[in-house]
């Protein structure tokens, strides 16, 4: 498939570039970044420290949108979004949307588009992360609420929100599972007189320290058993390969939202 990255030349640009290169499947036509990026003009290999035969020497970064391409990876900046959703859709072009942090109106562009192209829009693209939601969703469901559940997550110091929004999707998908609203079930952190544990509450708890890149545990804890469901990320590559994976089920897909729970086929397309 012809890929074409946003962003090429970013923290997720760069894994992607070197996450393609080891993908048969994946022909990377062309590294965007926006037009006043240093890296303009560049060869790609030069910028990313990428030594594979299977990147073009010729490519270099450039700030043209790429029409050659079969399906574009975006992981650029919210403000883009839109316009690069128009380009894909004038061009006819699958879209792996991987950017966070969309305003209300931007998220409409992305609703729009899908009308007339397939788009996996996802928050968190690591295979793993998706595989442990939906785990967690089944476990929920299968045990219910006399396993008592607690998420614990750490991440390093420098970490400005907790928890993370990865340990909120999980508790999430444990509410989801056992058919509760989270707001009504949810315990963050503990301290001081708290009483009993109620039956039915989610606990969710934020480690902090070192430079972990980002550690969850869900545990479900009964009085005879227990099991510990854990995901550690090591690098961002996991969520560059899940979005390559993202972008190469696209092919052939008709117009429409797509999640990694489709690419994964937890859900029918
Ligand atoms: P980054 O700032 O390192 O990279 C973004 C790149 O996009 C920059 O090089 C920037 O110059 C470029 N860019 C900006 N406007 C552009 C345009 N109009 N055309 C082409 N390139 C443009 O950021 P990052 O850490 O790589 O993250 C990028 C986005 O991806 C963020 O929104 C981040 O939250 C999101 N993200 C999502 C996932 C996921 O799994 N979905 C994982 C990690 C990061």
Known sequence: MKIAILGAAGRMGQNLL???????ECDIVAAVERSDHPAIGTRVKEISGIRSDRLNDALCFADEWPEAAEAIIDFTFHTTVVDNLENAVANGQ????????????????????????PIVWAPNMSLGVNLL????????????????????????RLK????????????????????????????????????ERPRGEIGIHALRGGSVIGDHTVMFV??????EITHKANSREAFASGALRAALWLAGRKPGIYTMRHVLGFETA
């Open 18 to 24: 070197r996450c393609a290169c080891k993908l048969n």
């Open 94 to 117: 699958a879209y792996v949307l991987g950017t966070t942090g969309l305003s209300d109106e931007e998220k409409q562009s992305v609703y729009a588009a899908a009308t007339q192209v």
């Open 133 to 156: 939601l939906e785990l967690v969703r089944r476990s929920a469901a299968i045990l219910g609420p006399d396993y008592d559940a607690e998420i614990v997550e750490m991440h390093h």
């Open 160 to 195: 400005k929100d907790a928890p993370s929004g990865t340990a909120l999707g999980l508790a999430e998908a444990l509410a989801d599972g056992r058919g509760v609203n989270l707001k009504e079930v949810a315990c963050y952190g503990r301290e001081g007189i708290t009483g």
């Open 222 to 227: 009964a009085d005879e058993e227990r099991i």
